[in-house]
């Protein structure tokens, strides 16, 4: 499938829809991602901010990363589903959680960020670009 995307929450008061196809598609096992996906890794799609509307509201969490960035987490304040990260590095676009989508999106992860601190039972696929901890910026366009 290909865009528009479709999201909800589970308890249905917040939806999304996506105009435009994601920028990529990552698997983050960072210590905080752990703590918002039960333990395991979140699947992170990044989709430019104009091409999404957003209907119902979306509560936010921050905390400063070791990059020195604020990273905020958006999620249902009614049923607590992760929906959205946005890092102020990047205020144009957010990560879209894939749980959040709905049917057969399609996406699935094609890089896995910090293995570092993924637990010992994880299993990374090895097909998955693997980073001990965040991949490089890419290059800017001319
Ligand atoms: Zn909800
Ligand atoms: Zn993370």
């Not at 590095?89 to 894939?98: D, E, F, Q």
């Not at 057969?104 to 980073?131: G, R, S, V």
Request: with cysteine; charged share 15%.
């Amino acid at each position: 499938m290909t865009a528009p995307y479709s999201g909800s929450c589970n308890c249905g008061a917040v939806t999304v829809t996506i105009s435009a196809e994601p920028v990529w598609v990552r698997q983050c096992w960072c210590g905080q991602c752990q703590k918002a996906a039960a333990g395991s890794a979140t699947n992170n799609a990044l989709f430019a901010t104009d091409a999404m509307t957003v209907n119902g509201d979306v509560a936010w969490k921050g905390y400063t990363a070791a990059s020195g960035n604020t990273v905020e987490q958006g999620f249902c304040p009614s049923c607590g589903t992760p929906i959205f990260g946005r890092n102020s590095s990047r205020p144009s676009s957010w990560v879209v959680r894939l749980g959040f989508l709905d049917g057969d999106h399609d996406l699935k992860p094609t890089t896995a960020i910090w293995l570092e601190e993924a637990p010992e039972w994880a299993m990374i696929d090895p097909a998955l670009e693997q980073f001990t901890r965040q991949p490089p910026p890419p290059p800017q366009a001319p």
